[in-house]
């Protein structure tokens, strides 16, 4: 890091003198590199006794189920769901530390947008009180890959969820512009102010707030979505009014553009 500021600059443009302070920050870049493996060392390890837990959550749900104890079943179902959100949120620590060092890989493929669409609402839907509408035509085939598309479509609208705790339904909505497919998910919630619209695509970035600070949160779901959109070639951007609502789009082009 070399931090200058020019002084004095003669008549024709030539900088006189220089003056600066030099940091060496190597010790930091290894510091960093340091906390990602870590994170995902420890985010790795923390993976493989929470897939037993789901496992016995389920079974012990099946079991109490079969014996008519549906208040108990019910515990462990609400046990089975804290698992996945576990495993949601360790699953983006290792998402992260594989990005930072350039090591995520995407497993590109054609895919049917409209059916990535239909069968990921399709599932969120059962685990949310919130009504998702859904508007689709066929918009045609995308080359991505489309087991990380469903994970940023799943993070659109579970944010969508989220952030919207009093509203009953949230918009989701697809269509062709020019060479490109659009995803749209709208809510009616919290919103946000229009300086942070940008920053929320940042790592570990949360919007500040009375509001926001009861939602809990990583602050790298938009980040990793945002970086697997980018590295498909498309662009990931929201539209928000505070106390409103939110709008998270994103674009990913399309191999074979649809002829009406
Ligand atoms: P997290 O939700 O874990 O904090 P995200 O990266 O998904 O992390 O989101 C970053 C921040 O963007 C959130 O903390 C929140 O402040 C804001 N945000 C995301 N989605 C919405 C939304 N639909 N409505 C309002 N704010 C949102």
């Not at 926001?212 to 980040?223: A, H, S, V, W």
Request: charged fraction near 25%; glycine fraction near 6%.
């Amino acid at each position: 890091w070399f931090l200058t500021r020019a002084l004095p600059v003669l008549k024709n443009g030539e900088v006189l003198k220089w003056i600066g302070t030099s940091t060496d920050i190597n010790e930091f870049k290894n510091l960093v590199t340091q906390k990602d493996t870590f994170l995902g060392i420890a985010s790795h390890e923390l993976k493989t006794p929470l897939t037993s837990l789901k496992l016995y959550a389920q079974v012990l749900e099946r079991m109490l189920k079969k014996t008519g104890d549906e208040k108990n079943a019910e515990f462990a179902k609400k046990m089975d769901l804290q698992v996945v959100k576990l495993t949601s949120l360790i699953g983006d620590l290792l998402d992260v530390t594989k990005i930072n060092s350039g090591k995520i890989h995407l497993n590109e493929s054609d895919f049917d947008f409209e059916k990535l669409v239909l069968e990921t609402v399709e599932e969120l839907q059962m685990s949310t009180l919130h009504k998702i509408k859904l508007k689709t035509e066929n918009v045609g085939t995308v080359f991505a890959d489309r087991e990380r598309i469903s994970q940023v479509i799943t993070n659109l609208i579970s944010n969508a969820i989220k952030y919207s705790p009093d509203a009953v339904e949230i918009l989701v909505d697809i269509k062709n512009e020019g060479n490109f497919a659009i995803f749209t998910v709208e809510d009616f919630g919290i919103g946000m102010p229009e300086d942070k619209k940008a920053k929320v695509f940042e790592q570990y970035y949360r919007v500040s707030g009375d509001e926001q600070n009861t939602f809990p949160g990583l602050g790298l779901g938009l980040y990793i979505a945002a970086q697997i959109v980018e590295r498909s070639n498309g662009k990931i951007w929201v539209e928000s009014t505070l106390g409103k609502g939110s709008t998270f789009c994103f674009s990913l082009p399309l191999v074979d553009r649809k002829i009406n």
